[in-house]
């Protein structure tokens, strides 16, 4: 799947998706499904939707939505500071730096979302784990001309 979305495959990886849904639609990993539907669904620009599917996991796995970075993430790409800053409130009592660093960079704010980067860095704790997808996750697109995120990829030892 992240080959298809790597190359913007979108629709191929939509389709993937809702049929993994249906072949077991009450399994409990079914959460995952969701998740990536979402997050497919915010890459693409359909915010509503993808509310709707982090929503549908938060249910799943029995969680607050509020505390569920990818909501935060959405509500940033929607330009909703003051909700999405109410998801980061929660993600700084775990130090899941690079969740709120997510969200920062969804809103535009990259001053914000480097520091965030640095401290996820810095802290290196099983809530920080997914720096090693910097190069790969499409919630840093926006950041990726920025010669910050150059030297922090070195950093963290991966390539350009």
Known sequence: MAIYLDLGQYDEVMEFYKKAQE???DAPESWYLFQ???RLYYTTGRYEDALT???????IMRIDPIED???GIT???????????????????RKAFISIAYIYSALGDNNRAFEYMEKAYKNR???????VMLRADPEFKKIRSDPRYKAL????????
């Open 125 to 131: 704790t099983p809530e920080n784990w997914n720096l």
């Open 23 to 25: 072949v077991n639609p």
């Open 69 to 71: 970075q990818h909501i």
């Open 53 to 59: 599917a982090f929503q549908e996991k938060c249910k």
């Open 75 to 93: 509500y940033g790409f929607m330009g909703d500071r003051k909700k999405a800053e109410q998801v980061v409130k929660n993600l700084e009592k």
């Open 36 to 38: 990536h539907l979402g």
């Open 153 to 160: 990829l070195k950093k963290v030892g991966l390539p350009e």
